[in-house]
């Protein structure tokens, strides 16, 4: 069973930065699609960025221009480079990857970011 495995997260002031990896416990073959998705307290799980394997990256509105994602889809790993982090992204975030074969979505344990005021 292929697990995700996220890091890098933790506990900045506003303004500041961090960058979360995730990295696959095997290559995972026919990826479609990976992203980081992200839950505050008392509120829905999100989709925060996401990025095909062709390359093709898109955002949430709130994460535009302050959220970078990357990823390399032969070493099965992703990334998601955060500045000027507001309050408002203390979430937990979660790697997730979907591949075409069998359908398989694999999700990570998740990383908690707490960026205070």
């Known amino acids: 069973q292929v697990q995700l495995v996220e890091s890098g997260g933790g506990l900045v002031q506003a303004g500041g930065s961090l960058r979360l990896s995730c990295t696959a416990s095997?290559?995972?073959?026919?990826?479609?699609?990976m992203g980081w998705h992200r839950q505050a307290p008392g509120k829905e799980r999100e989709l925060v960025a996401q990025?095909?394997?062709?390359?093709?990256?898109t955002y949430a509105d709130s994460v535009k221009g302050r959220f970078t994602i990357s990823g390399h889809v032969a070493k099965s790993s992703l990334y998601l480079q955060m500045d000027s982090l507001k309050p408002e992204d203390t979430a937990v975030y979660y790697c997730?990857?979907?591949?075409?074969?069998?359908?398989?979505?694999?999700w990570g344990q998740g990383t908690q970011v707490t960026v205070s005021s």
């Open positions: 095997e290559d995972i073959i026919s990826i479609h699609v």
């Open positions: 997730n990857v979907y591949s075409f074969y069998r359908g398989n979505n694999y």
């Open positions: 990025i095909t394997s062709g390359g093709s990256a």
